[in-house]
């Protein structure tokens, strides 16, 4: 777990306080399920992220059924396909899920929407499994082939690359909020320099190269 | 040790090319061939383990399973146990009824290492196979791989041990361009996937490390509840080597790892002996 004392949630905290973090990587996990979904010919396609601690999968995107009320959703990733996928790392393509009566309950409860398809890939970053990405009955040409799973692993590499992005932010977000809170007041600090007109910028931050050359002398 | 760099000239799966593209030729004397290695088999009296997120007992693509184990957290780290068969996610059923088409005959074992009690990370793979490995099973499917490089050395040695023990650990090859483990080993015996839509087709790799493609796109399977799929990956290609292995271990049971690995190459579907050249 990232904490208030390592450098990467440092920089990203204060990034944070420049930029609205994570719209960016939010925009794109949306753009990429609805590029899955559009491939593919799917009738949806939604990206978990894996929750390691709870051991569940949560739905962050989605494009096509299910688009309104599954996002934030959680389900346990010890079973099903998208579980599998987790646990694993690997990709897999099941179809004709029809004639598995037992599959077809456990998704009807979770997600209202009993797909005949289904083709996961694991998002990954740095070898890391972050999370899955899903694409619920494409177009019978478009499954079942080993192009089309190397096709989706394509994407789930983009998606993996924003989900980290995503979880970064959140990462640096509660390191503040939790035992950072002299942080906290860093990052407002480098706010109210952002959004500060131009002709008083420049003093502002002569002041905190002042303020800087004191800490120096302080930590020496 | 292997690194996840330079990885544009190997070979995970057949993509674009069929049998006919990488057609072998060999000096072989044409002893060995299909019907010499596994004609008339049946698989009967060779044990195969299954090593992933467990079987479903009775499913009617699985028939009967011989045992059921699973890795456990003990006192002293994690172990393995007899459990109920069963199976969270249904991969490890796919692949046993694979194995069970492949070898009617065959006596399949369960060991579970996904799914319950918090299974699915490399040390549950290790023990798991490990504990196959010391069972001395015939022939142990492992449809499954790790990427982590601290598990690399366990992995290896435990795969020498299962080579010189005559315990042939078939492996999938990870589906995505990334290193993973233990199928990287020339111990064992490495599987990706081709497009045929043919079960008996098996290919020998002439880029390897992958060294054998079988079938894995679209593959009917055991789904969980008694029903079938059609399920896609190297996962599924893998226990077609498996029972295939359990065929001809059947025959030739003194077969070593090595010399099984050989029967396989000189009757893959892409590997000819050099006289029927043009033929």
Same mark, same amino acid.
């Given at each position: 777990?990232?904490?208030? $004392?390592?450098? =990467?949630?440092?920089?990203?905290?204060?990034?944070?306080?420049?930029?609205?973090?994570?719209? *960016?990587?939010?925009?794109?996990?949306?753009?990429?399920?609805?590029?899955?979904?559009?491939?593919?010919?799917?009738?949806?396609?939604?990206?978990?992220?894996?929750?390691? !601690?709870?051991?569940?999968?949560?739905?962050?995107?989605?494009?096509?059924?299910?688009?309104?009320?599954?996002?934030?959703?959680?389900?346990?990733?010890?079973?099903?396909?998208?579980?599998?996928?987790?646990?694993?790392?690997?990709?897999?393509?099941? #179809?004709?899920?029809?004639? @598995?009566?037992?599959?077809?309950?456990?998704?009807?409860?979770? =997600?209202?929407?009993?797909?005949?398809?289904?083709?996961?890939?694991? /998002?990954?970053?740095?070898?890391?499994?972050?999370?899955?990405?899903?694409?619920?009955? +494409?177009?019978?040409?478009?499954?079942?082939?080993?192009?089309?799973?190397?096709?989706?692993?394509?994407?789930?590499?983009?998606?993996?690359?924003?989900?980290?992005?995503?979880?970064?932010?959140?990462?640096?977000?509660?390191?503040?909020?939790?035992?950072?809170?002299?942080?906290?007041?860093?990052?407002?600090?480098?706010?109210?320099?952002?959004?500060?007109?131009?002709?008083?910028?420049?003093?502002?931050?002569?002041?905190?190269?002042?303020?800087?050359?004191?800490?120096?002398?302080?930590?020496? | 040790?292997?690194?996840?760099?330079? =990885?544009?000239?190997?070979?995970?799966?057949?993509?674009?090319?069929?049998?006919?593209?990488? $057609?072998?030729?060999?000096? *072989?004397?044409?002893?060995?061939? +299909?019907?010499?290695?596994?004609?008339?088999?049946?698989?009967?009296?060779?044990?195969?383990?299954?090593?992933?997120?467990?079987?479903?007992?009775?499913?009617?693509?699985?028939?009967?399973?011989?045992?059921?184990?699973?890795?456990?957290?003990?006192? #002293?780290?994690?172990?393995?146990?007899?459990?109920?068969?069963?199976?969270?996610?249904?991969?490890?059923?796919?692949?046993?009824?694979?194995?069970?088409?492949?070898? +009617?005959?065959?006596?399949?074992?369960?060991?579970?290492?996904? %799914?319950?009690?918090?299974?699915?990370?490399?040390?549950?793979?290790?023990?798991?196979?490990?504990?196959?490995?010391?069972?001395?099973? *015939?022939?142990?499917?492992?449809?499954? @791989?790790?990427?982590?490089?601290?598990?690399?050395?366990?992995?290896?040695?435990?795969? *020498?041990?299962?080579?010189?023990?005559? @315990?042939?650990?078939?492996?999938?090859?990870?589906?995505?361009?990334?290193?993973?483990?233990?199928?990287?080993?020339?111990?064992?015996? @490495?599987?990706?996937?081709?497009?045929?839509?043919?079960?008996?087709?098996?290919?020998?790799?002439?880029?390897?490390? /992958?060294?054998?493609?079988?079938?894995?796109?679209? /593959?009917?399977?055991?789904?969980?509840?008694?029903?079938?799929?059609?399920?896609? %990956?190297?996962?599924?290609?893998?226990?077609?080597?498996?029972?295939?292995?359990?065929?001809?271990?059947?025959?030739? +049971?003194?077969?070593?790892?090595?010399?099984?690995?050989?029967?396989?190459?000189?009757?893959?579907?892409?590997?000819?002996?050099? !006289?029927?050249?043009?033929?």
């Amino acid at each position: 777990m990232t904490t208030t $004392s390592e450098p =990467t949630a440092l920089v990203a905290a204060i990034s944070g306080a420049l930029a609205e973090w994570g719209e *960016d990587d939010r925009a794109l996990l949306a753009s990429i399920v609805n590029v899955a979904r559009s491939i593919f010919g799917a009738a949806a396609s939604s990206i978990f992220l894996y929750d390691h !601690e709870a051991g569940e999968l949560v739905f962050e995107a989605v494009a096509g059924e299910g688009a309104e009320f599954l996002i934030g959703t959680r389900f346990p990733a010890d079973r099903g396909i998208a579980g599998w996928v987790a646990a694993t790392g690997e990709p897999m393509v099941v #179809d004709d899920l029809a004639s @598995s009566a037992l599959f077809a309950r456990d998704l009807a409860e979770s =997600t209202r929407y009993v797909p005949n398809a289904i083709m996961a890939a694991p /998002v990954l970053h740095r070898q890391e499994v972050l999370g899955v990405l899903q694409v619920l009955d +494409p177009h019978p040409q478009s499954r079942s082939s080993i192009a089309d799973l190397d096709l989706l692993m394509m994407f789930a590499g983009q998606a993996g690359l924003s989900l980290n992005g995503l979880t970064r932010g959140r990462t640096a977000r509660a390191a503040l909020h939790g035992a950072g809170a002299e942080f906290e007041r860093l990052a407002d600090m480098v706010r109210l320099l952002a959004e500060m007109p131009l002709e008083r910028r420049a003093a502002g931050l002569k002041l905190v190269d002042s303020l800087q050359a004191m800490l120096i002398e302080l930590a020496v | 040790m292997t690194t996840t760099q330079d =990885t544009a000239g190997l070979t995970w799966h057949l993509l674009d090319r069929r049998p006919r593209d990488i $057609s072998i030729e060999t000096g *072989d004397s044409g002893l060995v061939t +299909p019907e010499w290695a596994w004609g008339g088999a049946t698989g009967a009296g060779v044990r195969v383990c299954i090593v992933d997120s467990g079987v479903e007992a009775g499913h009617p693509l699985v028939g009967e399973l011989a045992g059921a184990h699973g890795v456990q957290p003990g006192q #002293d780290g994690l172990t393995v146990a007899p459990v109920p068969a069963g199976d969270a996610f249904g991969h490890g059923t796919a692949c046993a009824s694979i194995v069970r088409r492949m070898a +009617p005959e065959c006596e399949i074992h369960s060991v579970r290492i996904l %799914g319950e009690n918090g299974g699915g990370t490399g040390d549950a793979l290790l023990a798991g196979l490990a504990w196959a490995v010391e069972q001395r099973f *015939d022939v142990i499917n492992l449809s499954l @791989s790790t990427a982590r490089p601290q598990f690399n050395r366990a992995l290896r040695e435990l795969a *020498d041990e299962a080579y010189f023990n005559r @315990s042939v650990i078939v492996a999938s090859a990870h589906n995505a361009r990334i290193e993973s483990f233990p199928w990287r080993f020339s111990s064992v015996i @490495s599987v990706g996937s081709h497009a045929e839509e043919d079960s008996a087709v098996v290919l020998y790799n002439p880029r390897p490390p /992958v060294e054998f493609f079988a079938r894995g796109q679209a /593959v009917p399977v055991a789904a969980l509840g008694g029903g079938t799929t059609r399920n896609t %990956g190297n996962s599924f290609a893998t226990p077609h080597v498996s029972g295939l292995s359990a065929l001809i271990l059947s025959k030739h +049971p003194r077969l070593t790892t090595f010399e099984l690995k050989t029967v396989l190459y000189l009757t893959a579907a892409n590997v000819r002996r050099a !006289e029927s050249r043009g033929a």
